[in-house]
């Protein structure tokens, strides 16, 4: 009898396993199970955190978490709620580098990618429909395309929606793709695809200062410091051309410096011709701007993809082998992940 009963729950754990790879509908059965089943400190693994969080970690060591429930901090307002981003995101020491609804940007989250200039279809202008302020349009989490997570790194696929008042009016594709923790840092690969569904969607930056798209929050820290390929940045910028940036600071009261920088991929050739231009922000703030002063319009059929590399370290831009990183990531072999 016992013998039976094991084999039914290993039957169990290997069907919960088997969601967890394909995918699921919001609503379906959720492989919390599986999860379990892994063996804690053993490669990478999933956690299910309250408010529809997935968190990944790394020998119990917390990396990120995928927020695709809808989030609202307590004091912040209503109309900021919103799903389907990056936060926390984790230093190697286990401190958090990114923050959510800061109060002098309600509408900054962790790491998300969002414009404030859109026009759908013909539907209202261009500054009436803004997802960067999560006014008239909204992202929506649909489906899980993939959850691996396996001793080598950890893969995380999802599959949202544009929504408005009405149908979808776009498809969007997320995958981060997380590497094992090296010595200086570790590397997560964001790819980004979206694709219009029933009819043409302009996006713009905003209008003076180019900002919208991929977007980097850094948490509360001391001493920051932003360098890129032509050093320290003093100041702030705006429309500054550089294939990376990154920002080290000290962050959680530590005494040690840590940070992140993003990578834009050498070959991303939709809109603005690589390097992007960035806007530079020392209270905390990384974005490079796509597609920044132009506009780009998404068709139904011609699915758009951006690529990204988040590289998280210890220390400095100089301790953290940032420019090394890069050339890593630069020398890449096309459609390599």
Not at 216 to 226: E, S
Request: proline share 7%.
């Amino acid at each position: 009898m016992n013998g039976i009963a094991l084999t039914r729950r290993q039957l169990f754990v290997a069907s919960a396993a088997a969601l967890m790879v394909q995918g699921e509908s919001r609503g379906a059965p959720r492989p919390t199970e599986a999860a379990a089943a892994q063996p804690s400190g053993a490669g990478f693994r999933f956690l299910e955190l309250p408010n529809e969080r997935l968190q990944v970690l790394e020998a119990d060591k917390p990396v990120l978490a995928y927020c695709w429930g809808d989030q609202l901090k307590e004091g912040a307002p209503a109309n900021f709620k919103r799903s389907c981003y990056v936060h926390p995101v984790f230093g190697l020491d286990g401190e958090e580098l990114t923050d959510d609804f800061p109060k002098d940007h309600y509408h900054h989250r962790g790491v998300s990618w969002m414009w404030p200039r859109m026009k759908v279809a013909g539907r209202g202008a261009q500054r009436d429909i803004d997802l960067w302020a999560v006014k008239g349009i909204r992202q929506h989490f649909v489906k899980w395309l993939e959850r691996r997570a396996e001793s080598g790194g950890a893969t995380v696929a999802v599959e949202n929606s544009w929504v408005m008042d009405g149908p979808p009016v776009a498809k969007e594709t997320v995958r981060l793709t997380v590497r094992n923790a090296e010595a200086a840092g570790r590397a997560i690969d964001v790819e980004l695809r979206f694709e219009a569904l029933s009819g043409p969607i302009e996006i713009r930056g905003e209008i003076t200062k180019g900002y919208g798209g991929l977007c980097f929050r850094f948490a509360p820290r001391q001493d920051t410091v932003i360098t890129t390929p032509a050093g320290k940045q003093d100041k702030d910028s705006d429309h500054l051309k550089f294939p990376w940036a990154d920002l080290s600071a000290r962050f959680a009261g530590r005494t040690e410096m840590s940070g992140a920088a993003v990578f834009i991929h050498p070959r991303q050739s939709v809109g603005r011709a690589a390097p992007n231009e960035w806007t530079l922000r020392h209270y905390g703030f990384l974005g490079p701007c796509w597609p920044g002063m132009e506009t780009v319009t998404l068709e139904p059929g011609k699915p758009v993809t951006l690529r990204y590399r988040l590289w998280i370290h210890r220390g400095d831009a100089a301790a953290g082998r940032v420019a090394a990183a890069y050339d890593a990531y630069r020398n890449l072999e096309p459609g390599a992940r």
